[in-house]
């Protein structure tokens, strides 16, 4: 048993933060994630990155491309390759209805969070997205920034 700490169920393993500033989420759908057991234990060990992927529709299926799941040191040579492409696992209409809304509307779909749901299984969060534009993200932060002093102000005066 490795020195690392163990996940929990539906604790996030691996969160995108950056995805809900770039884009403005539509919806979001959760995911099963085809894994090797070598990937699963790395996950147990809370060691993820999904900061730089991206799910793209290919041949009637979903993939997550460019997510990075560390080797996991005690499987040896039985080990996974970290950035391979990983198959989601969604419904039939689910897959035909992304796959519409990229290819007809040009929305994006991202990776938002990577946990474990109540009965153990790896899950991956993803959200049909719009991109945003920079004076939308200068909104963002703005709002943001007024909530801060909002927050600051209510506390010093009541």
Known sequence: M?????????EAIAVNRRARFDFEIIETIEAG???MGSEVKSLREGRANIAESYVSPENDEIWLINAD??????ANRFNHEPRRHRKLLLKRKE???LTGAVTRNGQTIIALKVYFND???AKLEIGLAKGKK??????????????KQKARLMKQLG
Do not use: F, Q
Request: aromatic share 6%; glycine share 8%.
């Open 95 to 97: 897959i035909e209805r």
């Open 2 to 10: 490795s020195k690392g700490k163990k996940m929990k169920d539906g």
């Open 69 to 74: 799941i560390p080797l996991y040191a005690p």
């Open 33 to 35: 994630i085809m894994l």
């Open 134 to 147: 920079n004076i939308d993200k200068r909104e963002t932060v703005k709002k943001r920034e007024w909530n």
């Open 119 to 121: 009965r153990g299984i």
